[in-house]
């Protein structure tokens, strides 16, 4: 399955890159995108605990089922300011 994977502030700094193109094998989740992810960029693995993530649009968690051509969004904790 091909996916478009979106980086949002600090872990835009990080990726070096605003968004990608993501191969996972059907029946993936978020959880194994984002080990991928943190694979090939260990430093987003320091965010572990607070990243939200979005499939779609739509917030999920790390066992949401992935599909072919899904957007998903990476995101740091939401600051207010």
Request: net charge negative; charged share 25%; no cysteine.
């Amino acid at each position: 399955m091909k996916l478009r994977v979106l980086f949002f502030s600090v872990l835009r700094d990080i990726t070096g890159t605003d968004e990608i193109s993501v191969e996972v094998p059907a029946g993936a989740t978020m959880g194994e995108l984002l080990a991928q992810v943190e694979a090939r960029w260990p430093k987003i693995a320091e965010w572990q605990g607070s990243l939200l993530l979005a499939l779609d649009q739509t917030y999920v968690k790390r066992d949401e089922p992935l599909h072919d051509g899904g957007e998903v969004a990476i995101m740091p904790p939401v600051q207010g300011g």
